[in-house]
């Protein structure tokens, strides 16, 4: 597998396709059909992934044999990094894509001075929480984030130190 930073107008229309893909097969029975289509639009559309890069979030796709299998973003803030993405197409999960996508964070991460690594993952979405614990990671908060339109995210926080820290 190769990690690829995201950063052409063409790179983004690729991941907002992917997100729609794995986001409508993985998220609409968590958070429903209506919740799935806002938070696209709001957060995963070109328009929407193009403004984040413009403020500093750095996107970036995982790809096999050249297919973008998943992709991921991650902020750097002081001597944190907020894992805002990390998702995976279903095909590719279990087979270890998840954790290369991870040491490219954490490599990111180090480069960039951060101690540690903090993400919000939906409550309910078991899958998601189980590997990041298994990477390490540990519910550290909860909290209920109003995004608008009559929806929230439901989140718990979970963080994880970086080694050498």
Aim: charge should be negative; aromatic fraction near 10%; proline fraction near 2%.
């Amino acid at each position: 597998m190769e990690t690829r930073p995201v950063r052409t107008a063409a790179e983004i229309t690729e991941i907002a396709r992917l997100a729609r893909v794995i986001w409508e097969e993985h998220f609409t029975p968590i958070i429903g059909p209506e919740q799935v289509a806002y938070m696209l639009d709001r957060f995963q559309s070109d328009a929407a992934i193009a403004s984040q890069v413009e403020n500093g979030f750095h996107y970036f796709a995982a790809l096999e044999a050249g297919d973008a299998v998943g992709y991921g973003a991650v902020k750097p803030e002081g001597n944190t990094a907020f894992l805002s993405k990390l998702y995976v197409r279903r095909d590719r999960r279990g087979q270890g894509t998840g954790r290369a996508m991870l040491d490219y964070v954490e490599s990111l991460a180090v480069e960039q001075g951060a101690q540690r690594i903090w993400l919000t993952v939906n409550r309910h979405n078991r899958m998601a929480i189980d590997a990041y614990l298994r990477w390490g990671f540990a519910i550290t908060d909860d909290q209920v984030a109003d995004i608008g339109g009559g929806f929230v995210m439901d989140d718990y926080v979970m963080e994880r130190m970086l080694d050498g820290s």
